[in-house]
């Protein structure tokens, strides 16, 4: 039977990247949420790409508006925890952006207060809808590389000066940045691991916070290597995946995030593809192109409707997001031991 609908009033927490480019376009591309106002030191940015949207300069006072179902978090990670537990306590859902809070402490009182509150908290992973990331997927389900026992996985980039903004020296650095994306991925594909043993440290001459990292996750016949800096020249490399059954090597980023900050809307008919075709090897034989799946974000934000609306699963359980926050917590406790931490 099909279900009656409804729309779910949804305020927006910041508008910096991640509010602009992976938030506001999808809600309102889904059927079922409507962007009802945004909090924003700077409203003509806002109301430049949004016309008409209703815009509060605190979280207290998108809390008061009438019609807000649904709050997403896209603040500075340090406010994370703070704006997401106001928010539950007012009644509302919440989206947290990643990383879930910048301590594993916090990121588990805001999952106690949704508890209490009997409200859904999820974390925008967005990256388990990349194209490359859907496409290993489909590949491991095949069992195409059969049983794995070397997963790497690249997100580096060529910035070699520092910029002077806040992300730059974000508590953590880049192991709390990019390391959610990268945790998260590998959590989906293998679950949780035994041990991680990390490395995280700033390479760049000035930088404020860490820039490099290079984590292992320890699985009984598998590691999974995570890596990222800020100083590869050449950073084409994504994933190098090895299995029994061959090897998957796939070079270049998932395109979304790019199109849409050059002006392409969710639903446009390119959108998500990756002409970049990795490439599937077995011992003696050539190099196999594979075709990638389609990637995309708007995955996410239909599931998360639909749990709101109708009561269906979370589409990033609070569950797996705690999974994700104690793996990168136990990667600075490794870090800055020089040893091993089991989980």
């Given at each position: 039977m099909a279900h009656a609908s409804k729309q779910i009033g949804v305020g927006l927490v910041g508008y910096g990247l991640g509010g602009r480019v992976f938030h506001a376009p999808f809600i309102q591309a889904t059927d079922g949420l409507a962007l009802r106002a945004v909090v924003s030191r700077d409203p003509v940015k806002v109301l430049g790409e949004l016309p008409d949207m209703t815009v509060v300069p605190s979280v207290d006072e998108l809390l008061a508006q009438d019609g807000i179902d649904l709050v997403v978090v896209s603040s500075p990670d340090a406010l994370h925890a703070e704006h997401a537990i106001a928010a539950?306590?007012?009644?509302?859902?919440?989206?947290?952006?990643?990383?879930?809070?910048?301590?594993?402490?916090?990121?588990?009182?805001?999952?106690?207060?949704?508890?209490?509150?009997?409200?859904?908290?999820?974390?925008?992973?967005?990256?388990?809808?990349?194209?490359?990331?859907?496409?290993?997927k489909r590949l491991i389900g095949e069992g195409r590389l059969g049983r794995i026992v070397h997963f790497e996985s690249h997100f580096d980039r060529w910035r070699p000066e520092p910029a002077a903004v806040w992300k730059e020296a974000r508590e953590g650095g880049s192991w709390l940045d990019l390391g959610p994306h990268l945790v998260d991925q590998a959590l989906c594909l293998f679950g949780r691991p035994e041990a991680v043993t990390a490395d995280i440290c700033a390479m760049r001459e000035g930088a404020p916070a860490p820039d490099w990292f290079h984590a292992g996750l320890h699985y009984p016949g598998l590691r999974a290597v995570l890596h990222s800096s800020k100083l590869a020249a050449d950073h084409r490399l994504r994933f190098a995946v090895h299995g029994t059954g061959g090897s998957w090597i796939k070079h270049g980023l998932d395109t979304q995030e790019g199109a849409i900050v050059a002006g392409a809307l969710p639903g446009d008919t390119n959108l998500g593809c990756d002409p970049v075709l990795g490439m599937f090897s077995q011992a003696g034989n050539r190099e196999l192109p594979i075709a990638n799946e389609r990637g995309n974000y708007g995955l996410f934000w239909q599931g998360l409707a639909r749990a709101v609306q109708w009561n269906e699963p979370n589409p990033v359980p609070v569950n797996e997001a705690l999974s994700v926050m104690d793996v990168l917590q136990a990667g600075l406790e490794s870090a800055a031991k020089g040893c091993t931490v089991r989980l």
């Open positions: 539950l306590r007012a009644g509302k859902h919440v989206v947290v952006d990643k990383p879930f809070a910048t301590t594993l402490a916090d990121a588990r009182l805001i999952a106690e207060t949704a508890d209490l509150a009997g409200k859904m908290v999820t974390v925008f992973h967005n990256r388990r809808w990349d194209a490359d990331f859907l496409t290993l």
